[in-house]
């Protein structure tokens, strides 16, 4: 038998509102929808689907500490703004004087309130450490071991697994694959093709000296021997999909190498391995190179080049990021009209809470629960804890409310409801597009957690000055 287990009347416009609740569909309460979601956001685990982070078994290329957090690229831009100190001077000191010109800068002369300075403010609170004392957090690095410490830092965060960023083509990376890198059951990799696609003339000739029939045109056999250098680092990397970064004036189809390459190579081979294809569009690269890394911008893409692909190559799928905030909403129109186009983050320029916050109602107002909703591109290791509990702290009102309106228009929403919605956003949208085990060919990928939401345990974190 139902029985209405609360009735409250709300003055909205002059009409009673009547909210029911019957006791077989046990809807959250509205005024519990806020803590429901922060409790499921905070209990599952998120599988990190892109970062520039690594295992310990490929030695310095992953990067953690408080030296690196303070040199973060982010960072080094702000500092500029704030120092009468110029690229050129800084690029001349080591490491640790150019961490402690921007700790002096941009945390002891200034607030840090921007979201990159804020995140080593959070990071050294999960650590529980002094957020002013620059040598006792070096201390506390420094005694560290990488391998206990990236299991601390994942923990602290709530992610499970990280998705790498893989060049092959890197003079540092590639020969410690070669050498047959250790698979560590944290990191997935991804065959990145940024090299190769965006700067052949530059790259060929590697290939060249690896025995593959290639030319400074891409000529002849270049495109198949393109095809059979991806299909060995398949099977070298056994990646979770191929990735490239593209500028905002990426065409497709396009009279190009990289055009070339793309159709001969690179959408054959990941159509043949089952796996999507990301494409990161709208970097303006280097619009200031005294900035090194910090130098790229971003620019307005036509993003007909998607639509091009997605429906030229209904065989293969796509992970898209764009980096304009101009043309997000054009790329939920397309993921409307292609379901093989996974729309995922908020890349980069975008990661601030106010830009995230339009950009994931958009996506939830247009594609339901149907996209991946951030990814944290750590460069650092510890950036994963500042970076999830932000995207967790902006997810919390951004779904509150859309379960909030849903109830008020009839569709009690169940915290199962809510269970699932979450699992399928920071996991399983990611598992599925990707495929996992589904190709024979290569050697048996982990399981990845495809049982119903199981994974819950991520720690409370200490307590917060912040309210979530
Ligand atoms: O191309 C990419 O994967 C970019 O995310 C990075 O190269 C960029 O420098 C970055 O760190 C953005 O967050
Ligand atoms: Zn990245």
Known sequence: MQRIESIYFEPIWNRCKVDVVLESSIG?????????????????????????????????????????????????????????????QYWKLSKPRRAEAIWKTLFIENTPVSEATRGVIAVLQAFGLPVDDLERSREYFAAQTLDAHIDKVFELAGISEAVMTNDPLDPEEGPLWENGAAPDPRFHAV?????????????????????????????GESVSEVRRFLTDWLRRMNPVYMAVSLPDTFAFPEESIRGKLLSGAVLPACAEARIPLSLMVGVRYQVNPR??????????????????????????????SVLSRENQHELCVYARKFANLMPFGCWWFLNNPSIVEEITRERLEMLGTTFIPQHSDARVLEQVIYKWRNTR????????????????????????????????????NFENFCGFDQSPELPARRAFSRNAPSTRAVPSPAPSKVPA
């Open 393 to 428: 702290r902006t997810l919390v009102p951004i779904l509150a409310n859309a379960y909030r309106i849903l109830a008020e228009d009839g569709r009690p929403v169940k915290r199962e409801d809510i269970r699932r919605d979450i699992w399928k956003l920071l996991r399983s």
């Open 28 to 88: 959250v309460r509205l005024q519990d929808l806020p803590a429901a979601v922060d409790g499921e956001l905070r209990e599952t685990l998120v599988l990190d689907v892109h970062t520039h982070l690594f295992p310990p078994a490929l030695g310095r290329l992953g990067l953690w500490g408080i030296d690196e957090l303070l040199t973060y690229h982010y960072l080094e831009a702000e500092l500029f703004r704030s120092s009468a100190m110029t690229p050129e």
């Open 291 to 320: 900035l090194r890394l910090a130098g790229d911008g971003t620019g307005k893409a036509d993003l007909r080049a998607i639509e091009n692909l997605c429906a030229g190559y209904p065989g293969n799928r796509f992970m898209v």
């Open 191 to 219: 065959l990145r093709l940024d090299r190769i696609l965006n700067k052949w003339p530059d790259h060929w000739s590697v290939l060249e000296s690896k025995g593959y029939a290639v030319d400074r045109h891409a000529a």
